[in-house]
């Protein structure tokens, strides 16, 4: 610290007169909080927003005066100095309440700011020079600031350690809430509801949300709420959702939905997230009971997209995949099953596949080779004949059990090589493929 080459600001006439000036503030200790209180509410507006602690936020004020000036007046040396117990409370309460660290941070500065002015008043008012009260303005310009700086280390100590202790009882909190819900068993919605910060009797839609194979963050739980409030954004829910981490790159979550009976995942879906991000979503379900099963879907749903791989897309809805998902809780008879009901056809290489998809489309539009031709944007007679093809590797006509067929076509085209035969590479398979296209070039 650079001193005044004339006047010692720790000499005896500096800390007197300093001692001096802090005990007439002091006096006016009332009025001297209070000003830097209201300053603080006018300048941040995150506190004044926070009615239930209010009060404690006066009480922080008082004690931090108090014991600033208590220091100046009595040289107290900084290094044995607590921070008020009022002071820390009201740091654990911004922090259960989630109020962002900033704001308290700057409420420290800002009070330094005002209290430094009610000093520097009071010193004018009392130097007998300028050289001494240019000594006693850099003194007490040093220990106001020691005071803020190590004040403030401990309140962003007791905040970080509250807050953590808060997430952690609050997220073991809603996970039990939770798994009441999930169970089935009767349970006390309102206190549930409480809780959760969420309306249970109400629509909502489960979905599970979760990082694919990419090479993953340390902070994996922060990115898929962000994914999460994001798609809430996207489809205009009634409120927060309920967001609880399962692992470190897995999350469910409920959007709440309102009044409203119907849910666009494609509206809402992964647009605007990250490319790693994959989401489940269940269908729109009512109350508590809504509740478990659209939940119950998502997870349905997730299975789905995980036995798929990469073939599956990042948005899965049950919707799309209700009967592979519930094909996929018999997982030792869905590919046996699979096999045998689409013979060659099961095949897992590129010529069967166009095979399957055209085989799936038309029994879709049923049997419609114009509508089928439409959708893939083919000529109607390779339809026609890919669909010859497909028969021939099924062993009889489409016709014949259309409804396995169909039902093993949906399962192939979501899970792939999961329900599928490896390919034989035979030479007459080969040559098959290469000529595929020739009905349509015919045709021309």
Not at 24 to 49: H, K, M, N, T
């Amino acid at each position: 610290m650079c001193k005044n080459p004339q006047v010692d600001t720790d000499g005896p006439a500096v800390t007197g007169l300093m001692a001096d000036v802090a005990a007439a503030v002091g006096r006016q200790a009332a009025v001297v909080s209070e000003d830097v209180y209201q300053v603080i509410l006018r300048e941040i507006p995150e506190l004044r927003d926070d009615k239930p602690v209010l009060a404690l936020l006066a009480s922080s004020v008082d004690s931090n005066v108090d014991t600033c000036l208590q220091v100046m007046q009595h040289r107290i040396d900084l290094g044995a100095v607590q921070a008020p117990a009022a002071a820390v409370e009201y740091a654990r309460r911004l922090a259960q309440r989630g109020t962002p660290l900033t704001a308290l941070l700057r409420a420290y500065r800002v009070g330094h700011t005002c209290l430094s002015d009610w000093l520097l008043k009071e010193l004018a008012q009392q130097a007998g020079d300028a050289e001494m009260m240019s000594a006693a303005t850099m003194s007490m310009s040093r220990i106001v600031a020691g005071y803020i700086d190590q004040t403030s280390e401990k309140m962003v100590a007791a905040y970080a350690e509250e807050r953590e202790n808060w997430l952690r009882n609050r997220s073991a909190a809603r996970a039990a809430r939770v798994r009441d819900l999930l169970s089935g068993e009767r349970t006390d919605v309102s206190a549930a509801e409480v809780v959760l910060g969420y309306r249970l009797r109400q629509y909502h839609v489960g979905l599970v949300c979760w990082v694919g194979d990419a090479a993953r963050t340390a902070d994996e739980i922060t990115r898929l709420e962000r994914a999460i409030s994001h798609v809430a954004a996207q489809a205009a829910c009634h409120g927060d959702p309920v967001f609880l981490p399962r692992d470190e790159s897995s999350a469910w979550a409920w959007l709440p939905l309102g009044i409203r009976d119907t849910f666009d995942a494609a509206e809402a879906g992964t647009a605007g997230l990250d490319v790693d991000i994959r989401v489940a979503f269940g269908d729109a379900a009512k109350g508590t009971t809504g509740f478990r099963i659209t939940h119950q879907q998502a997870i349905a749903a997730q299975a789905v997209a995980l036995a798929a791989g990469s073939a599956a897309p990042r948005a899965v809805t049950f919707s799309q995949v209700a009967p592979v998902a519930m094909m996929l809780t018999s997982k030792e008879l869905l590919r046996p099953w699979v096999l045998s009901t689409l013979a060659g056809l099961a095949t897992d290489d590129e010529h069967h596949a166009r095979l399957r998809e055209t085989l799936l489309v038309f029994l879709r539009s049923g049997g419609s080779y114009k509508t089928t031709a439409q959708e893939l944007m083919l000529h109607k007679n390779t339809v026609q004949y890919r669909i010859r093809k497909a028969e021939e590797s099924l062993g009889r006509p489409v016709g014949d059990n259309r409804h396995d067929v169909e039902l093993a076509l949906e399962a192939s085209h979501w899970l792939g090589s999961y329900v599928l035969r490896p390919p034989a590479a035979s030479t007459g398979e080969r040559v098959s493929s290469l000529h595929e296209e020739t009905p349509r070039a015919r045709s021309g």
